[in-house]
């Protein structure tokens, strides 16, 4: 069981050994998240908007910092096609969080990280017509919205039980 659970890790398969993933946020301690980009407002939503939008994009300033959502491992750190400057954080609740069109990236692949943590800064870089963060939700290699995890009006972490399928469905169950 132990190598079934190390090659999971390793592969970021987080439905290497079981069929639903259950993060309940409302076990998550203030100080274990952060709001990505504090002060923020969402100027592009997830789902279809002409073509599908796999985040939400936040705006603020150029350069204004980039926070981890929740502790994690940095999983990619480096330009990657239309996102420009990105990085992708895998959380041990098997969720990524990606953060992209970034001026400059402040991390490193294998790094920890912790909730809170500057991550990187704001930009445009790739396909991008103003300086923001394109943030999104990942299980599996699948998106989600965002929306599951944060209330981006009040910048504060929803506080209801998740559990994504390995079909691809996601559960939510409200405390």
Known sequence: MQQAEELARLTGNPFALRNEIVV???EIPNGKWCYPLPKAKVISPYGNRGRYHTGVDLKTRPNDAIYAAFDGVIRM???FSD????VIIRHPSGIETLYSH???N???VG???TAGQRIALTGRTGRATTEHLHFELRVGGR???PNLLFDHHRHSIRRHVLTFKKSGGVNIKEK
């Open 111 to 113: 790094q920890r990280v």
């Open 24 to 26: 309940d946020l409302g």
């Open 77 to 79: 750190s480096q330009v």
């Open 83 to 86: 996102y420009g400057n990105c």
């Open 106 to 108: 402040l991390v490193y």
């Open 143 to 145: 998106h989600y919205n």
């Open 102 to 104: 970034n001026s400059q």
